[in-house]
């Protein structure tokens, strides 16, 4: 709807170039005025106004006059087109409003802003030493929604992961387990695996603690033991690459597992083990063509002092890699292997730096689609007042969240009179839970940092992913009650009360809502609307009685604007990567 009136105003615009009124297009925005100024408002009016050299109020009425004549010439849909202090007001026919609501019911028109447009996007990527934690699963439940919107948006998305499967962090690990695993195994201890690997890798560090001296840059006998393991996997040593390949199959069968429970999925993954080498012969092709300079101890580096930043180290002195080698060669082969118009990695706000050096880095080496590569930072998870144990050191995993979350969703479900799910909703429960976590991490900003208050994001009232749950589910019930079958009913029933009208038009703007999220990479302005929805709901349903409503006809119009609302917030919550389950 939202498409087709601005097709109108752009039609008066050209008409307006076309006769030389105005030089240029105009910049103009078409919003949602207060209740009784329309479905729509555009300031069209005053943008123009001063290169005119008209009073906007009078522009305004010929712009009007303008737009009703080029809608009766094309679908004639607008009931009128007011001014109103120089602003433009579009009312749309309430017959049409209700057809256009109805139509949400078996598909909503999402402008497919991504038609023949192909991105890579990037996220997850852990490290292989230890579990997934709390911000993680920021990242995966950030990817995974702006993928879902993005494509929801007509584009083609590669949906991309690089498995960190090299490198000192696994050495750690590895070395740890050489030195006390004594054989042990995650079946043997009754570990879930990418746990069982994790505790290794905490160990270093709390051994590696007890070595330190305060204030010394100087290796503690640990890091450099663990250094030499990693020149010995990167020599091919037989025993090294025996360990490593056993340490890192027990992490992919853990996360895999968390993975399943997230609904996170990829169409390609790569490993670092695969692309260290490959990065390595780019660098010193980059150290033969000028672009990287030797320095006197046999590193190789990049000097970027002149754009702001600092000198980068791309080769140890030893002639090992360092994890930003293998980015320069990972993006140059996603780059050949995909031919995306953009590619983009969402990652921690920490790791900003590293990938405005990459960029620079692509700049250097003149890649042509430097330009079109970006980086989406999220700020840091941290737990508000709860305080929770954690399998593995200070970070608290994705599955200790997860399995907190559920306990207090049991405990939820206990304390309401509202959900009348039990204990035994074994499946239910997870869905709930899942819905208290994204929706819990998605409703902010992603360069907000997060305090996550687990009982506050699994309440069945305010801003939570249940209470959206629930308002949908109240849905479900009330067409299940009225035992309308809704597939063979049809109605000229117009919308009376003001509550029902105002959810109707603001039903309307779900599709501009679903572009704006896809466009900014902003799952936030989704959940807001989602919010905003589950409440107009709420109170159309406490101010007017569907199923007692005066006639007939009059309670099949409002049970298909419920539905058409059940449609909506199944296709948003979905887009979150969130269950819409039908009973509560």
């Avoid at 051994?207 to 450099?224: M, Q, R, W």
């Avoid at 250097?364 to 399998?391: C, I, Q, T």
């Avoid at 029933?493 to 679903?514: D, M």
Wanted: glycine share 6%; aromatic share 10%; with cysteine.
């Amino acid at each position: 709807m939202k498409s087709y009136i601005l097709g109108l105003i752009n039609k008066v615009v050209e008409e307006l170039l076309s006769t030389g009124t105005i030089s240029s297009v105009p910049v103009f925005d078409l919003s949602e005025p207060k209740i009784g100024l329309g479905d729509y408002a555009c300031n069209l009016a005053f943008i123009l106004a001063k290169e005119i050299k008209s009073n906007p109020n009078d522009l305004a009425k010929d712009l009007a006059e303008k737009i009703i004549a080029a809608d009766k010439a094309d679908k004639n849909i607008l009931a009128e087109v007011q001014s109103a202090g120089g602003f433009i007001n579009i009312f749309i026919k309430p017959e049409i409003l209700i057809k256009e609501i109805n139509s949400f019911q078996k598909e909503i028109p999402l402008e497919q802003l991504g038609v023949d447009k192909k991105i890579v996007f990037e996220y997850s990527s852990p490290n292989t030493n230890k579990p997934l934690h709390i911000g993680h699963t920021r990242n995966d439940v950030y990817g995974k929604s702006c993928i879902n919107l993005l494509r929801a948006c007509g584009y083609d998305v590669i949906s991309c992961e690089v498995i960190n499967d090299r490198g000192i962090h696994i050495m750690k690990s590895m070395l740890m387990y050489q030195k006390y695993g004594e054989g042990q195994t995650p079946e043997s201890t009754s570990t879930k695996p990418d746990h069982f690997v994790g505790k290794y890798y905490v160990m270093f560090g709390q051994k590696n603690s007890e070595l330190a001296v305060a204030g010394s840059d100087v290796p503690t006998a640990l890091e450099i033991e663990a250094q030499d393991l990693l020149k010995k996997w990167e020599d091919g040593d037989e025993e090294t690459r025996k360990l490593w390949k056993q340490m890192n199959e027990w992490f992919f069968e853990g996360v895999k597992e968390t993975y399943k429970k997230e609904g996170t999925t990829f169409d390609h993954v790569d490993y670092e083990s695969d692309l260290y080498a490959k990065g390595k012969e780019i660098v010193q092709q980059g150290v033969a063509d000028g672009v990287f300079t030797t320095e006197d101890d046999g590193s190789v580096s990049v000097d970027l002092t002149d754009k702001g930043l600092d000198k980068k180290y791309l080769l140890r002195k030893d002639g090992t890699t360092i994890y930003i080698t293998q980015d320069i060669y990972l993006w140059s082969l996603r780059a050949k292997t995909f031919n995306a118009d953009e590619q983009i990695v969402t990652t921690s706000a920490e790791q900003s730096y590293h990938f405005k050096v990459l960029k620079e880095i692509f700049a250097l080496m003149k890649y042509p689609w430097a330009p079109n590569f970006k980086h989406l930072p999220y700020e840091h998870v941290n737990l508000g007042k709860d305080k929770m144990s954690s399998r593995a050191g200070n970070a608290v995993s994705a599955d200790d969240l997860l399995e907190e979350v559920k306990k207090r969703v049991l405990k939820t479900m206990a304390d309401s009179q509202k959900i009348k799910a039990s204990a035994d909703d074994v499946e239910l429960i997870e869905e709930i839970a899942f819905a208290a976590i994204k929706y819990g991490y998605l409703k902010y900003d992603s360069n907000t940092k997060i305090y996550f208050d687990i009982d506050e994001t699994v309440a069945i009232e305010g801003n939570t992913g249940p209470y959206i749950q629930y308002a949908n589910a109240r849905i479900k019930s009330i067409i299940t009650k009225s035992g309308v079958d809704m597939g063979s009913v049809k109605s000229a029933a117009l919308l009376k009360e003001q509550a029902e009208i105002v959810l109707a038009k603001f039903l309307l703007h779900y599709p501009e809502v679903v572009a704006n999220a896809a466009k900014e990479f902003k799952p936030s302005l989704l959940c807001a609307y989602l919010y905003e929805l589950a409440a107009k709901f709420n109170t159309m349903y406490d101010q007017v009685s569907v199923l007692n409503s005066e006639s007939e006809e009059l309670k099949i119009v409002r049970l298909n604007l419920l539905v058409s609302a059940s449609a909506v917030f199944v296709h948003g919550l979905d887009l979150l990567g969130i269950k819409a389950p039908k009973v509560l």
